[in-house]
């Protein structure tokens, strides 16, 4: 007994050491790229932008996935085929633009894209069709002008073609381009994380919220949660500029939301990526108060690249606790990035020229 005790202890120091170093730290990217088959690529407007987030299961094909829907004026497309009671298994593609309701109209450009590629669900005689969702929010940085563009069928095509596996572009970009959030520039931001026994988490977030990402001091909610020490350039401000919190944008129906898309590289049912959903879901709570409010939009999709079988982590329900407290903590260090990131415009103050105290350190 004493000789296979420690020819365990072994083997557990041997799993050890031969654990990626970057184990427990954000991957490479920091961003949902560092899932693997997920790609991200943005076209970015004079008001408006989409941000198309690809996945690939291992055979180039869907990848299983599932959503959850909080907000209370929800501009969504195609998301009843990701709940559990409905055929489709595989998605292979979301989208994420502003525009509000007319945004969902880039979907068809990135069903296009994936159509000359040949992916989507296969109909027989050679045709597939993509299987493509979408949530749209309003774009609030315009100064209460008419937008001067909207996204489009072009603009999915261009956004889907340039989609790419590197680094994830941050801040005024794609779906965050027009975003506000609370009274500071939103934005588009991106975080992963990688666990000890090889499973990969990674989101993407669109903040344009209602709700502010920082508290009556300006100090932000979900820098508690970094890894790695990413925020580590950002000042702890206190009580210092407590008089300085701008006010926020008002609310109303169909006037914000903060849209986000989680991915990990283990193999997903349409169940199992719902439940992880709901739980990674509490990350935008975490980061935005208040979230889900009635005008917000607030939807999650959560994808499932395949590259780790369930099986092989252990007891799959609790592998989908483990995701999705990761995927939580992910999505609030994404609404982190997107708002450090985020660039003043004519209409709306940056945090960081809000706050310049608190990112005095940052380059």
Wanted: aromatic letters at 4%; hydrophobic letters at 40%.
């Amino acid at each position: 007994m004493r000789l296979r005790s420690l020819g365990t202890a072994c083997g557990l120091l041997l799993a050890a050491s031969a654990a990626p170093t970057w184990a427990l730290s954000p991957g490479p990217n920091n961003a949902i790229t560092d899932v693997p088959g997920i790609s991200v690529g943005h076209v970015t407007g004079p008001d408006s932008g989409v941000t198309v987030v690809r996945a690939a299961g291992p055979n180039g094909q869907g990848v299983g996935g599932g959503f959850t829907q909080r907000g209370g004026s929800p501009v969504t497309r195609e998301t009843d085929l990701m709940r559990p009671d409905n055929m489709v298994e595989t998605m292979n593609a979301v989208v994420l633009s502003g525009g509000s309701s007319y945004g969902l109209a880039a979907a068809p450009g990135v069903m296009q894209c994936l159509e000359n590629a040949g992916i989507g669900f296969s109909v027989g005689g050679g045709n597939v069709v993509p299987i493509v969702q979408a949530a749209s929010t309003f774009d609030r940085a315009t100064c209460s002008a008419p937008p001067a563009s909207r996204p489009d069928y072009t603009s999915g095509l261009q956004a889907c073609l340039a989609a790419n596996s590197g680094p994830v572009a941050q801040g005024n970009v794609g779906a965050g381009t027009g975003a506000v959030a609370g009274g500071v520039k939103g934005g588009i931001g991106s975080a992963s994380i990688v666990l000890p026994n090889g499973i990969i988490v990674g989101a993407i977030v669109a903040v344009n919220s209602e709700g502010v990402p920082y508290d009556d001091t300006g100090t932000l909610f979900g820098t508690t949660l970094e890894v790695g020490n990413e925020f580590r350039d950002l000042t702890k401000i206190g009580e210092l500029i407590k008089y300085r919190v701008p006010a926020s944008l008002p609310g109303g129906a169909l006037r914000s939301g903060t849209n986000a898309v989680v991915a990990t590289n283990v193999q997903l049912t349409k169940s199992q990526a719902t439940k992880i959903a709901e739980i990674a879901d509490d990350g935008v709570a975490r980061a935005v108060n208040p979230a889900h409010t009635a005008g917000d939009s607030d939807t999650l999709f959560v994808l499932g690249t395949a590259r780790l079988a369930m099986a092989s982590l252990g007891d799959p329900n609790a592998v989908v606790t483990q995701i999705g407290t990761a995927a939580a903590n992910a999505v609030s260090r994404a609404i982190v990035h997107a708002v450090l990131s985020a660039r003043s415009t004519t209409c709306h103050k940056s945090y960081c020229d809000t706050f310049p105290l608190a990112c005095r350190f940052r380059r």
